[in-house]
Each structure stands twice: as C-alpha cells, then as structure tokens.
C-alpha cells in the first residue's frame, strides 16, 4: 500500500528543556537531542516532534514566542537546528516542529510596538484589544485560571486565554496571515517535515467578544472562544504551503473539543493532515469507554491518530494508578499495544518508554508551570510531567545534564531505577517491551488493513482483529480465556495457561 509517511507513523514527543541537556545549564537543549538520536533510532520510533525552542522568554517554558526565526539560546542556535535535522534524516526520523499562532510572546517585536501605540492604531490591531473602563471587556476567564485580559495603564485591555505574557493575536488582521505563511515556510526551507500547531482551535474569537456563560468557556466544538468556523480557512491557506513542498509536508493540530465530528472538520484533504485524538488520552480505564472511542474515532475522523500522555497532562501510568493503586505500569503497557495495533498513527510522549510516573511531589519552590502560580498554588500545574529524564546513572542529574549540573526540576531518587541505561541492560524493562512492540508493529503495519472488526469479548474485556492480527486487553478483575489462536506475537505481561490476566493486553496471529 502506498499512503504518506505520516499515515501510519509513530511519532514520539520532545518536550526539549527536559530531553537532554548537553551544555550543562540543566536545562534540555537541540545538542542533546542530537546526541541522542541514536536511542530514538534504536527504540523504533519514525519521527520527533520537538516542543517549542525559539526565541522566548520562558513565561510558558518557550509556549510564549518573542521570534519564531530563531533559536533560543537557551536550547542552541540554528545551526544546532539544522546539524539535528541532518542527523535525524541520516536515520531515517522525521522531524515535526511546533508552530505556536494563537499567542505571541508579550516581548515580540509586535507585542512591543502594540504597546509603545495608541488606541486604534494598526499595531494595536494585530492583537486583540478593547476598552473596558474599570473591568474587563468580557467575562472571559485564562486557560491558566484567573481573568484572560490585563488592563495597560492608557486603559485598554488586552486578551490572553493563556498567561498575560502570552497576548493572542488577531486573526482578522492580514498581516497575521502573511508573516504565519511566511514563519512556515522559514522552517520548511530548513528541512521539517511538519508542524504540530498549538491551540489549533484557538486563533479566531466571535466577533464583539461576548460574555459567554463557564461552561461554554471550556474546550467544545463551536463556543465565542474556541473552535470558531474561520479557522478553518487559516489551515486551507497553510496545507497549500504544505503541498508546495515535496516530500509529504504534514501537519498535525492540538484540537480539544467534545466531538469526533469537530475533531474530524480539521483533518480535511485541503486542511491538516491530523489532529490529536484526545478522548482516547481522556478515556477511563474502562472497556466500554476504550470501545466507545475506538469507533467513535474509526467512524469519523479521516487519519486517526492516538495519543495517551504528553507535556500538558498527567502521565498515563500515574491516571490509571489513580482509580486502582499499583495498576497503572501495567496498564499503561497493555493500553499501548491497542493504540498500536488500532489503524493511524500513534504520538509517544518522552519518558513513557522508560515507564515515568508523574512526580506529584515537587519540593515546593521548584515549580515553574505558569498554572501553579496564576492558581494561587491550588492547581499543581504540569511540571509533574516534564521532569528531565533519567538516562543513566545512580544520582542526579542521572546523565540528563553533565554531572554537577543542577537540572531545571529535580528527580527523584526513584528514578535510579528507571534510567534508560538500566533498562537498556534488562531484556524485562519497559523499554526493551517498548522497542519490541515498535519492531513488530513496524514489520506489519503495511500489511495491515485500514479498518478492524470486534470479536466477541469476555465481560471486562476487549478483542479485535486487523486482518491477520488479534488483539485482546483485559480491563477487568478477572483473567479472560485468550481468544483464538496460533501464535501469541507479544503480550503486556506474563501469560498463564491460555488466559489474559487483568490489566493486561496481547497480540496474537
Ligand atoms: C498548548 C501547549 C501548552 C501551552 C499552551 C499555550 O496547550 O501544549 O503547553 O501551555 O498551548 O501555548
């Protein structure tokens, strides 16, 4: 079958500043990602997509953009860019970037000269402000808690659904659209082979920025905030950028909505080529649930792709471990062999491979997430799950930074353990399951057909062929007869007597 790389491919999560750090700042860099390029090689992976690391002043750890041309210093230059994008193509990984257009950084260029202008004037313009008097224009509240405008000292406000170091841009304003057109073809002249997009169903807001009750403030598919009907012409005008380029340029769009049907209106022959499939990383450890969005998913979006943690939420071993304590390793392994036995692609996020739980114990003081601040400390915020990763070694920094270098969030001593040099050693860790699942998932993935049909399942189970493959997951108390079979190809965990234990899943021929 031929279909773009994209399609079918495993694309695992950079989350830079917590990689790895190779000039000894303790903060993750471009340098250390190149370093280690082999381990991503060797852990099967077809592609990278590396979080934010241009100019910026790290109020949203490089989320809040001051150039979208350049290289934070903080994270190398753009020569360092270019050598990872030579390395990574000499291995045969694609590499992603990510494209942030619903904000800029309070210190862009544009921000600045907004600031320095009056009421009205065309700088102003490519923002989003309004009069208000003594309150706010609206009652809009920040993603981050707390209101979404900041009032500047001639009196006008300004929007930012983030933190206030993140004003939005103004969509209805040209200007926007040509230098985002512009800012993606910079990169793709560089060599990148795609874009996440953040707050992909931001970028427009209704028109006269109405009071809008809370609960339609939340992510859903067609709100005054979120998802509006216009921003899907900014995505018809940048796939026409995407198919100028050779070589299958892609797109993938962070869309929280409600709906499959909203999810699918991004992911259009003339829009992006995916977007994240969040109802699967928002399902409870439940087969009814799992199924529910399997085929919600199958049914309607077009290039579907799964996705169980990443860098805004609580790592998936650490979720599932909420409802039933110590379940959540063994459960975040079987939920892996599904989604990636499910047609589409599938997004890792760093550290998953090495079976990271969420550190819900960061000393207070060392918390950077904007959340945990703007909350008033009530909400812990998402540096649980960006803490650097521990690579080798039997103390911190664990090979993340040079040793003696203090990393930008302590680890734990746990995490000694679960260094990937450790696992690498150990044919039993969840790395070497991790790349055994990626190697045989890689041999049969283009013999696999396009859709899947259910079996009947035992009560707390779930089993479904794609073609010659049979995959099973149980999810309830009680082991399960396995399903018919020949072969068992790769299991979750241990396998007794020609049953699947609970929390467990398989793929059998
Ligand atoms: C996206 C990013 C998140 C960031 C936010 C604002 O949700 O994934 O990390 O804080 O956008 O840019």
């Given at each position: 079958m031929d279909f773009p790389w994209w399609r079918d491919a495993v694309v695992y999560e950079i989350y830079v500043r917590s990689f790895?750090?190779?000039?000894?700042?303790?903060v993750g860099d471009l340098a250390g990602v190149r370093r280690r390029l082999p381990y991503l090689a060797d852990l099967g992976v077809d592609a990278v997509w590396l979080s934010p690391f241009y100019r910026?002043?790290?109020?949203?750890g490089g989320y809040d953009?001051?150039?979208?041309r350049d290289v934070d210093p903080l994270f190398g230059s753009l020569d360092d860019f270019d050598a990872l994008v030579t390395d990574a193509h000499a291995r045969g990984l694609r590499v992603i970037v990510d494209i942030v257009p619903n904000h800029s950084s309070d210190e862009h260029a544009w921000f600045q000269a907004a600031l320095a202008a009056p009421a009205g004037s065309p700088e102003r313009a490519r923002y989003l402000f309004a009069d208000g008097g003594?309150?706010?224009?609206?009652n809009w509240q920040s993603t981050f808690s707390g209101p979404a405008w900041t009032r500047l000292p001639d009196g006008q406000w300004y929007l930012h659904?983030?933190?206030?170091e993140q004003p939005d841009l103004?969509?209805?304003?040209p200007v926007v659209h040509a230098e985002f057109l512009d800012v993606l073809r910079f990169w793709l002249d560089r060599g990148v082979d795609g874009f996440r997009i953040d707050?992909?169903?931001?970028?427009y807001k209704a028109a006269g920025l109405p009071d809008t009750p809370p609960e339609d403030q939340?992510?859903?598919?067609?709100s005054p905030i979120w998802?509006?009907?216009?921003?899907?012409e900014v995505y018809r005008e940048w796939r026409k950028v995407l198919d100028s380029?050779?070589?299958d340029r892609m797109a993938v769009g962070e869309v929280w909505t409600d709906s499959a049907e909203d999810l699918a209106r991004y992911v259009r022959p003339d829009e992006l080529q995916q977007s994240f499939n969040f109802a699967w990383l928002q399902a409870p450890w439940s087969p009814t649930a799992f199924r529910e969005v399997i085929d919600d998913t199958l049914a309607t979006v077009p290039s579907p792709t799964w996705v169980?943690?990443?860098?805004?939420?609580?790592r998936h071993r650490t979720r599932y471990d909420e409802?039933?304590?110590?379940t959540g390793l063994a459960r975040a392994k079987a939920a892996l062999l599904v989604m990636l036995a499910l047609p589409g692609s599938a997004y890792l996020y760093q550290g998953e491979e090495l079976g990271l739980p969420e550190?819900?114990?960061?000393?207070?003081?060392t918390r950077q997430d904007p959340i945990f601040e703007r909350s008033g400390g009530e909400l812990f915020g998402r540096d649980g799950c960006r803490v650097p990763l521990p690579w080798s070694?039997?103390?911190?920094?664990y090979g993340f930074s040079p040793d003696g270098a203090r990393p930008w969030l302590p680890q734990p001593v746990e995490w000694a353990a679960l260094s990937a040099e450790r696992q690498a050693a150990d044919p039993g860790s969840t790395l070497a399951y991790y790349q055994r699942a990626l190697a045989l998932r890689r041999s049969l993935r283009r013999s696999l057909p396009d859709g899947i049909a259910w079996l009947d399942s035992p009560e707390g189970a779930l089993v479904f062929t794609r073609g010659t493959l049979t995959c099973a997951i149980n999810c309830g108390p009680d082991p399960v007869p396995l399903p018919?079979?020949?072969?068992?190809?790769?299991?979750?965990g241990s396998i007794h007597a020609g049953t699947l234990p609970p929390d467990t899943a398989v793929w059998l021929s």
């Open positions: 790895a750090d190779a000039s000894g700042d303790g910026s002043p790290m109020a949203d953009v001051s150039d979208y003594e309150l706010p224009p609206n659904l983030f933190a206030p103004n969509w209805r304003d707050v992909a169903m931001g970028l939340a992510f859903k598919a067609e998802g509006r009907p216009e921003t899907h380029y050779p070589g169980l943690s990443n860098h805004d939420v609580v409802t039933d304590p110590g550190v819900t114990d960061l000393p207070p003081g070694g039997t103390a911190m920094p018919p079979h020949e072969r068992v190809l790769l299991s979750s």
